[in-house]
């Protein structure tokens, strides 16, 4: 693999830079460095980082730095937030996916410049996109639907969704299914109980687990609230 094209002197601004595992999703489990962006463009109700994005100062983080971590400690990186993708974190998340060396690397975004994001990675580059849309009312739905149109034929791209017991995103799921058949949609699917309490995710398990099994989907436990890593 080359190495990594680096501006030696960029930095971005981050409120978390650290060492941990992925807590969602297909990689779930994996050593990552943690990059968190601040804004959002959304204010989700069960959000468990909207204290700390609040809260939390950006600093500067060298790009070189962020590198040597990657090295050391031989771990992907998990570029989130906030949303990677809005206006004024996009080059800096673009940066870090084009600039850096990295045996993995997730992005997690609700979709805002996904498609853009998705195109503009070098293809060469070893990313899982996790797409994770919002779904509030049917306009979102609409939009989560029209997204989905987009980025289907792109095998690195994983939807996990937070399931909130309501008809919405069972309906989502299965117009995917309708609308584009035959796509493993069961290998990258992923659904997750809502809450930001162990208590709460415990609860909420039972019924994420029995859709799951209903349509063929993963379940992803959010390990970073269940065993408090993050």
Known sequence: MDKPVIIM??????????????????DSGKSMIILRFKTCNLKCPWCDTSVKMRITAEAE???????????????GILITGGEPTVDRHYNDTLSLLNGLLYPIANVESNGYNLYK???????????NFIYSPKIFSKEDMEEALKMTDLIYLHKNVHI????DGGGLIENFIEKIFLEYPNLNWEQRIWLMPEGVTKKELLSNAPEVFDICEKYNLNFSSRNHIMFGFV
């Open 160 to 163: 996990k969704i937070v399931w």
């Open 117 to 127: 994001l998705i195109t503009e990675t070098i293809p060469s580059k070893n990313v």
């Open 9 to 26: 002197d960029r930095t971005v601004k981050l409120i978390e830079n650290f060492v941990t595992w992925q807590g969602e999703g297909p």
């Open 61 to 75: 983080h060298r790009m070189v730095d962020i590198q040597k971590t990657i090295e050391k400690k031989s771990c």
